[in-house]
Each structure stands twice: as C-alpha cells, then as structure tokens.
C-alpha cells in the first residue's frame, strides 16, 4: 500500500481541518492506520489510531475531544477531523499503516508504511 496524505493548511486558532490520507492498492482493510504529527525540533508522536474496520480507535489525552480518527473503506480512505485547534497543534503531520489490522498501535517502529506529510500551521 501507499499513501498519500492531503488537507493541511493555515488555520486561526479555534478553527477545524480534515485531513485525509488516500491508500493505493486493494489490501487497505489489511491495515490498522494512524496519524502521527512532528513539530520543528520535536520528535514525531501518535495523535490518533484506528483498526481495520473503524470499530476500535485511541487518541492521545492531548486532543480528545478535539480530534477524531475515521475511515472509509470503499475510499481507502483514513481521515483526521481536527476542530477547536491550538497554536500547539502546529507540525507535520503524518499517516501511517501497520500490518497488524486489528490493534491499534501507538509506536512509530509499529507501522510499517508512510505518507509523505502534510503542514498543518495554526495561527494564535
């Protein structure tokens, strides 16, 4: 699988962005996704992790409430709803596939696929 991550931007803070992470290939329900985000000078961490079939997900403290992880299957298609953002929230922000389709994993040497990333920049 590959994948292509889109729907970064500049927002004002208390704004919302979806971000959408595009799967190629026939295999995506074989894979458990999750979004991960990297600040300048900051390591990268999971934000957000969903199973193969949308039924389990985990966020980190930091955005409950705030965010949400979803997919659509018939889209290969994970996406991250982002509201009520926070100058914080400023980073890279990646998606991310792993193998083991029913856990929702948290590590970055978990996954085994990446996107190429998308600037999510939020304005105080």
């Known amino acids: 699988v590959q994948l292509q991550a889109s729907g970064g931007g500049l927002v004002q803070a208390g704004g919302s962005l979806r971000l959408s992470c595009a799967a190629s290939g026939r295999t995506f329900t074989r894979y458990a996704m999750g979004w991960f985000r990297q600040a300048p000078g900051k390591e990268r961490e999971f934000v957000a992790g969903i199973d193969w079939s949308g039924g389990r997900r985990y966020d980190v403290d930091s955005v409950k409430g705030r965010f949400t992880i979803s997919r659509d299957n018939a889209k290969n298609t994970v996406y991250l709803q982002m509201n009520s953002l926070k100058p914080e929230d400023t980073a890279v922000y990646y998606c991310?596939?792993?193998?083991?389709?029913?856990?929702?994993?948290?590590?970055?040497?978990?996954?085994?696929?990446w996107g190429q990333g998308t600037q999510v920049t939020v304005s105080s």
């Open positions: 991310a596939a792993h193998r083991d389709y029913n856990k929702v994993a948290s590590l970055v040497n978990e996954y085994d696929v």
